[in-house]
C-alpha cells in the first residue's frame, strides 16, 4: 500500500530488500551470540580456531552412520556446512555438485565440513590482510562527515 500510495504524497516509492541471515553454527533453531564464542565464525579466527569450530560445532544434515549416509544421502535444507557454502563459495557448478554428491550419499559430512573450511579461512585470511592495510587516517578520511547530494 505504501508504494501506491508514496508517489501521491510527492515521495520516492519506498524499497524493499529481503535478505537472508546466517545461520548459528548449532543449526538454524539456534540464534548466534557474541557471548558463545562457538556460535559463530568470527572475522578475527584463526585458521585452527575455523576448522576446530566447523568440526565440532557445525550441525550436519548427515545420517547417524557412514552406512545410512551412504543410502540414504544427507539433508542439505538444515546442513550448515552446505548452508554457508551457499554464501561463500564462488562456484555455483561446483555448488551444484557438491548438493548433489552430499544428497546421494556419495560425500560424507566430513567432506563437505573440509571444502567449507578452506574455503571460510581463505576469506577470513583475505580479510584480515586487508584490515591491517587500514590505517587511522583512512578510518578519518572514512569517518569525516560530508554533504551528500540527493536528487529526488
Given at each position: 500500500m505504501t508504494r501506491d500510495v508514496a508517489p501521491r504524497l510527492k515521495y520516492p516509492k519506498p524499497a524493499?530488500?529481503?535478505?537472508?541471515?546466517?545461520?548459528?553454527?548449532?543449526?538454524?533453531?539456534?540464534?548466534?551470540?557474541?557471548?558463545?564464542?562457538?556460535?559463530?565464525?568470527?572475522?578475527?579466527?584463526?585458521?585452527?580456531?575455523?576448522?576446530?569450530?566447523?568440526?565440532?560445532?557445525?550441525?550436519?544434515?548427515?545420517?547417524?552412520?557412514?552406512?545410512e549416509h551412504r543410502e540414504k544421502g544427507g539433508d542439505c535444507d538444515v546442513d550448515i556446512s552446505y548452508q554457508y557454502l551457499t554464501f561463500f563459495l564462488e562456484d555455483d557448478e561446483q555448488l551444484e555438485k557438491i548438493k548433489q554428491d552430499y544428497t546421494s550419499g556419495k560425500m560424507l559430512t566430513g567432506e563437505i565440513k573440509k571444502v567449507l573450511i578452506e574455503v571460510l579461512q581463505e576469506v577470513v585470511a583475505t580479510h584480515q590482510e586487508n584490515r591491517k592495510l587500514v590505517t587511522p587516517e583512512i578510518i578519518k578520511e572514512f569517518m569525516t562527515p560530508r554533504k551528500l547530494k540527493y536528487t529526488f
Open positions: 524493499l530488500i529481503h535478505s537472508t541471515f546466517f545461520p548459528a553454527l548449532q543449526g538454524a533453531k539456534t540464534k548466534m551470540s557474541a557471548s558463545d564464542a562457538n556460535s559463530s565464525i568470527f572475522l578475527t579466527d584463526t585458521k585452527n580456531q575455523i576448522k576446530n569450530k566447523i568440526n565440532k560445532y557445525a550441525f550436519s544434515g548427515g545420517c547417524a552412520t557412514i552406512e
